[in-house]
């Protein structure tokens, strides 16, 4: 019998297939440090961004697969597990909406000062009522502004169909992709037919600088892909989302552009480091801040599940 580790969890349905085709599904969380001397009891080990699958655990064990429930798989070790002739199964698609609403969470709260009012409110609303009123009546809406997309894969394609429903004005940029075609569609009550959107992409540059708000759709690498040159390009006043991986943004240089105005605020989902090191980024009133939910919704979780599972179960078929 295959038997498989979901490390970091699986959904009900997702377990519940596995289970169904006969495989013996175990959800106990084994700690990274034990992971090198516990692996060898399993055949396929299921991920999220948690657990990290490296060299020596794959070395350690007897593995015929691997699958990260989320789009990256830059926790996994994926040319050694190559080497090794391991397959790496994720779920690109399945988490696409629900980190493109996180997304807007943030834009939303942040344009509207909700991040501010809803730290002082709970403890001083009585007192500071006006003064809170005050700070948060000088808002702004996202009708009308640039929203500049770095990476327009999957869900940077969700994005932009979101952005475009609000009535803004999409910029992308991605070295892979030249064009994309947005088939946006509607909710079914109201009989609409799909629509399809050209968007050509441009550089990074063009997008930097004629944004009002940037959010970032790309892997994580060595090196952030928004720093101080990067901030200096972007409008005064622009405010930039992370929803993608942590140390894509240098967070020392995001926090120096919003103290110096250059950056009116950040929405924060991902960190160079989980949890948080640098406290300065989680106090400041003009960054938004949420843990690492972006694909954290119960639609996505069921989806990312039902999708890992089919592949599992298609590999061993």
Known sequence: MIKILANDGIDTKGKQMLETAGFQIS????????????ISGFDVILVRSAT???????????LKAIGRAGVGVDNIDVAHAKERGIPVYNTPSASSISVAELVFAHLFGLCRKIQITNRVMPMEGDS???ELKNLASTG???KGKTLGIIGIGRIGQEVAKIAIGCGMKVLGYDPFVNKVALNVTF??????PEITIKLKTISKEE???DSDFVTLHIPGGSEPVIGLKEFSIMKAGAG?????R???????????????????FAGLDVFEKEPPVYLDILKHDHVSLSPHIGASTKEAQERIGIELASKIIDHFQ
């Not at 959800?27 to 516990?38: D, F, G, K, M, R």
């Not at 909710?187 to 609409?192: A, C, G, Q, S, Y």
């Not at 930039?240 to 993608?244: G, K, P, T, W």
């Not at 967070?251 to 120096?256: F, G, N, Q, R």
């Open 27 to 38: 959800t106990e969380h084994i700690p990274q440090p034990e992971l090198v001397s516990q």
């Open 128 to 130: 500071r009522f006006k």
């Open 140 to 142: 702004i809406e996202l």
């Open 207 to 209: 997008v930097l600088r």
């Open 240 to 244: 930039l989302i992370n929803c993608a």
């Open 187 to 192: 909710h079914p009550d109201l009989d609409l």
């Open 52 to 62: 990290k699958i490296t060299r020596e655990i794959i070395d350690a064990g007897n």
């Open 246 to 264: 942590g140390g894509v943004i240098d967070e020392k240089a995001l926090l120096e552009a919003i103290e110096n105005g250059h950056i009116a």
